[in-house]
């Protein structure tokens, strides 16, 4: 995910929140940080969102992709409102949002997965980010579905 499909997904999250048409629960692992499950054509897809009043403030967004390797795996994108940025709140999220899938999957049995992250090269505060959460040095490739010069983040999270 892209940022502009980042910056979308965030859009499109607050105004069906206004529209009611989504609702959202507390994650398992912070209270601050809600979660919003959905398949959208048949694709599991959970969004976690920092609110502020009755708008999310900032999004990680979390979809399962094609094996890698015959292991599961998981694609991740993040985006904060541009007036909350520099606060730390998009790394909050991201990093929630792990934890949260981690401890979901490990409750029912998978404990076995790849992150993969794609960050556009321009988009340095967003690489500065991901490598932060996920602990890993980024390769750099180019973005098959939009051609772009990116730095691709893939960590193993194994139980083993």
Request: charged residues 30%; negative net charge; hydrophobic residues 40%.
């Amino acid at each position: 995910m892209n940022r502009v499909e980042m910056m979308d997904a965030l859009e499109h999250f607050n105004a069906a929140l206004k529209a009611g048409t989504i609702t959202v629960q507390p994650t398992q692992t912070d209270p601050k940080i809600f979660v919003h499950a959905d398949t959208p054509e048949g694709t599991p897809r959970m969004s976690y969102v920092r609110k502020k009043g009755a708008h999310a403030t900032a999004i990680a967004v979390i979809v399962v992709t094609e094996p890698i390797d015959g292991v599961p795996a998981i694609h991740i994108g993040c985006a904060v409102r541009e007036d909350q940025r520099g606060k730390g709140i998009g790394r909050h999220v991201l990093s929630v949002a792990l934890e949260d899938f981690r401890v979901d999957m490990a409750e029912k049995g998978l404990e076995d997965y790849w992150i993969e992250s794609l960050v556009e090269m321009d988009n340095m505060a967003s690489a500065a980010m991901t490598k932060k959460v996920l602990d890993i040095e980024p390769e750099e490739t180019v973005d098959e579905a939009t051609g772009e010069p990116s730095l691709r983040f893939l960590k193993r999270v194994s139980s083993s």
